[in-house]
């Protein structure tokens, strides 16, 4: 049997019908050409389209039900699945009853005690009632969901004779090899910008293969689901070619198929290569997976052959021709390093997730703020939007239930395709089962290293394809392909004709409670993307750098204004979507920012901290007594206060894991409760949630130093010092000068740069602190263990730096010894001579010091002062010492290795 079709259009169609097929067929196209292209579909846009490829393909099935003249209904017997799908999203989103609450998820309670509902405890906060610690991000998966499982259901229905599947997966194969020439030309000539122009927040389109997608490993995964369809192609075409190529007065049709063929064996080729040269480990284990198991398959089905030998082989010239280009070191580097330490810390936090939340998990969505509960040093100041294991977050996001479900639905997707591959009925199903099963093992396989099952662009060609795997089971298990009555005798049961209406009814329904949700999110994105430009670092020097060169006026001048900038687009952002729990808090933080400009340049300059600690210790007897006294202090400025504190409310009602809210609140929570116990409550739930915060376990321990609890205050600050630059100079800016050093030393343990600042603040510009002899020996002490660590890039510097501190404590003997240290290292060292030969000149021991900075003379016989200290240890190792002290001489300051 040829792999050509024979599926004739069925003349029993109505206009009407045919219409809605077209319909579909219009949809399915949407989701396979365009939602990738849409990053992905990670943006707004993309869950947009796809949402409305949902819509329109479900009204336009129910409406072919209305038209058709024996409408029917293809069962696949996983209804109860997906029906089991949407229920476990319904229960998450779906305010309980508390005792329903606990016993579903007894960890709800440990984790947010200030949610029972107690007033008393909980002031306004109120009760936390849904299984999912998200809501938003939940309601907005759930939509995503909808979408999938409507698609799936739709496809299934559509798919009816095997001609319909080679159309699907012919999409597939061109949408993906379509994707690897779009990512090689725009990774060849791109300005780092999406398409040219397009400039995403997150990441930027250069340094690696991405194509239309926001990561390496989704496009390596994206191009390895076409791959499998993409050779199927390759080998129908050769076969029709051969068949052409026998039939006579047919010149032109064996020309489009040459050219045809050539097309698709360059896509092939360039495929291959841009996987490999996406550097995705992931995706390259799944291309090799897709090869294997769909030339394994073919072998079983007896169709390898020379030909399928010639194009594997022109496949390979190609690719390798492409390598041979632009190099393979980089790949080779790459596959030769398999360590992830991230990856597994990331698995770690979700493995926890699943034990304390093991029935539903904490609601989908919400792992970029669940996971953080559960961090460990150093991975704590890094955020992982995802879990880099499907299966993982799934567990994490659904509990046990959920995984279950996704478990049971892969089973299916691999019965289906056995059962086709083994069946004995028409070639073309068992080779069309290759490609699908090819290409659904590739994406089992990543999904253990990666969270592909995340992404919208993704996850619609994978359900298209378990569409795909289930139809030609169906058709396999009666005997269809061989003729158009035994396809038709496969599509399904007689339902009736007013099925359609309700099927319609719940596509209506769905899109009334999903657009307006879309709308929002589509309308607020690009605000939110301009914030995150203005808010995160830039590469490379910015105006505001070059301006703190030249004038420090217009500097601040342009900090104020991309200041202004930043908080327009988020109160834009939170306007038109208020249920974005994350861009609430980061509203908070504007507004408090800005307070504090106000504040610094108005007649009585009070800080957020001075203003609460004066309003506590009033004592007033009344809010409106209190809020007279806050008008008179700060004026029209206390309105940022209120709003922060509005804002702040919000973020954590919208999402309660967001730590720093409660801090907020609590630093605010003068404004309307004047009560001392709420605000210690408010940063015990904060702890709860965020347990590795630096900014929260400051918050904690600045609340117990101001209570008297010292060494619990200096517990708390521990893990904050070492985590967060910001934290730490809070830290020594309450504990210098009020504690000893040896305490600090003791509980804080700073390191080498904490060490340095902490030298500074106690070497004092008017006058050394007391303590200061204990700080900067400890200081010298880790420069010259530095020295000692085998990955010190610059021991020379570290022992110059070691010899100033000793020359500050007049411990003359310990600074020469580094000097000469250093000067062992590297004789030649500009640096180490030079202040070595300054150091003797003081010491008056001018014989040596002549001979250190003579030789530097002449490394440098432009240097003046060097000259002049040259001069006077020669001359005076001619008289005899006269107790010379050079001037610049009395500290040393680590200089650079080599002549200035």
Not at 12 to 38: K, N, Q
Not at 244 to 262: E, I, M
Not at 332 to 351: F, I, M
Not at 746 to 763: G, I, N, S
Request: hydrophobic share 45%; proline share 5%; aromatic share 8%.
């Amino acid at each position: 049997m040829k792999f050509e079709d024979q599926t004739p259009r069925c003349p029993d169609d109505s206009p009407l019908e045919r219409g809605c097929r077209w319909a579909i067929d219009a949809a399915l196209a949407a989701c396979v050409f365009v939602v990738p292209c849409l990053l992905g579909g990670r943006i707004a846009l993309g869950q947009c389209v796809l949402a409305a490829s949902a819509a329109v393909a479900s009204l336009a099935w129910s409406a072919s039900l209305l038209f058709s003249r024996r409408p029917s209904w293809t069962v696949t017997w996983v209804e109860p699945l997906l029906l089991a799908v949407i229920g476990v999203g319904l229960l998450q989103i779906t305010p309980l009853p508390p005792a329903l609450l606990h016993l579903l998820s007894p960890q709800h309670g440990k984790l947010l005690p200030l949610w029972s509902g107690d007033s008393d405890a909980a002031g306004a906060l109120g009760t936390w009632q849904t299984l999912s610690l998200n809501v938003g991000e939940t309601r907005q998966a759930m939509i995503v969901g909808l979408s999938y499982i409507a698609l799936f259901f739709v496809a299934t229905q559509r798919l009816r004779r095997v001609g319909d599947i080679e159309r699907l997966l012919k999409w597939i194969a061109a949408s993906a090899g379509l994707m690897a020439l779009f990512g090689v030309v725009q990774w060849l000539t791109g300005n780092g910008k999406f398409f040219w122009f397009y400039d995403y927040p997150m990441t930027t389109a250069g340094h690696r293969l991405k194509g239309a997608f926001t990561n390496r490993n989704h496009f390596a995964e994206f191009l390895v689901l076409g791959c499998a369809p993409l050779l199927w192609w390759v080998l129908k075409t050769l076969e029709s070619r051969s068949v052409t190529a026998s039939s006579f007065g047919r010149k032109g049709a064996r020309n489009n198929s040459d050219t045809l063929l050539g097309g698709l064996l360059l896509l092939l080729g360039v495929l291959v290569f841009a996987v490999l040269f996406s550097l995705s480990r992931g995706g390259t284990v799944a291309l090799s997976v897709s090869l294997v198991v769909m030339l394994g398959l073919l072998f079983r089905a007896r169709r390898l052959s020379g030909r399928i030998a010639g194009v594997l082989l022109g496949v390979s010239l190609v690719a390798g021709s492409l390598f041979l280009m632009f190099g393979y070191e980089k790949v080779s580097d790459r596959l030769d390093n398999w360590e992830s330490d991230e990856r597994l810390a990331v698995w770690e936090a979700n493995w926890h997730i699943v034990r304390d939340f093991p029935l539903f998990g904490t609601g989908l969505g919400s792992h970029a703020e669940a996971c953080p509960m559960y961090y460990d040093p150093p991975f704590i100041g890094v955020e992982f939007t995802h879990a880099e294991n499907s299966y993982l977050q799934i567990a994490s996001e659904c509990g046990l239930f959920g995984l279950g479900l996704a478990l049971l639905g892969v089973a299916c997707c691999a019965k289906w395709c056995v059962r086709a591959i083994h069946s004995k009925t028409d070639v073309r199903i068992r080779v069309l089962s290759a490609a699908v099963s090819a290409s659904l093992a590739a994406n089992v396989v990543h999904a253990v290293v990666d969270f592909s099952w995340y992404i919208p662009g993704l996850m619609v060609m994978t359900l298209l394809l378990a569409a795909c795997a289930r139809r030609l089971d169906q058709l396999a298990a009666c005997g269809a392909g061989v003729s158009p009555a035994t396809e038709d005798s496969s599509s399904g049961v007689r339902i009736p004709r007013g099925l359609g209406l309700a099927t319609a009814a719940i596509a209506v329904a769905c899109s009334l409670w999903a657009f307006p949700q879309l709308e929002q999110l589509a309308k607020s994105e690009p605000h939110w993307f301009d914030y995150l430009r203005l808010a995160m670092p830039q590469k490379g020097p910015t105006p505001v750098a070059a301006a703190d060169a030249n004038d420090p006026d217009e500097s601040e001048a342009e900090r104020i204004a991309q200041f202004k900038q930043r908080l327009s687009a988020l109160s834009a952002a939170v306007k038109l979507n208020p249920s974005q729990a994350r861009a609430q808090l980061r509203l908070v933080s504007s507004y408090l920012t800005a307070f504090d400009h106000v504040q610094q340049h108005s007649d009585d300059p009070m800080s957020l901290s001075q203003l609460r600690d004066a309003a506590l210790a009033a004592q007033f007897e009344s809010h409106d007594e209190m809020h007279e006294w806050l008008e008179r202090a700060v004026g029209k400025n206390l309105k940022y206060l209120h709003a922060a504190a509005r804002h702040a409310k919000r973020a954590a009602q919208l999402c309660p894991l967001q730590g720093q809210a409660y801090v907020h609140l609590a630093e605010l929570r003068f404004l309307d409760d004047l009560d001392p116990q709420h605000g210690p409550a408010l940063l015990r739930q904060a702890l709860l949630v965020r347990p590795q915060s630096a900014s929260v376990q400051f918050a904690v321990g600045r609340q117990q130093w101001l209570d008297g609890q010292i060494d619990e205050a200096l517990v708390s600050w521990k893990s904050a010092f070492h985590q967060d630059q910001s934290s730490q100079d809070k830290i020594l800016a309450l504990l210098v000068g009020n504690v000893q050093a040896e305490v600090i030393l003791d509980h804080l343990k700073p390191d080498l740069t904490a060490l340095k600042r902490l030298e500074a603040q106690y070497l004092n510009d008017q006058q050394p602190l007391p303590d200061y002899p204990v700080i900067a020996r400890a200081y010298a002490e880790a420069l010259k263990q530095e020295f000692a660590n085998p990955e010190c890039d610059q021991p020379i510097d570290q022992l110059i730096a070691a010899a100033a501190i000793y020359n500050r404590l007049q411990d003359a003997d310990e600074a020469e010894a580094c000097l000469r240290h250093a000067f062992q290292i590297d004789r030649t060292s500009f640096a180490a001579r030079k202040i070595l030969g300054a150091f003797l000149l003081d010491q008056e021991r001018f014989t040596e010091a002549s001979e250190h900075l003579n030789w530097c003379v002449r490394m440098s016989p432009h240097d003046r002062w060097l000259r002049g200290l040259a001069e006077q240890a020669l001359a005076n190792s001619l008289r005899g010492p006269i107790g010379i002290q050079p001037v610049g001489a009395e500290t040393f300051e680590p200089i650079r290795r080599g002549r200035p």
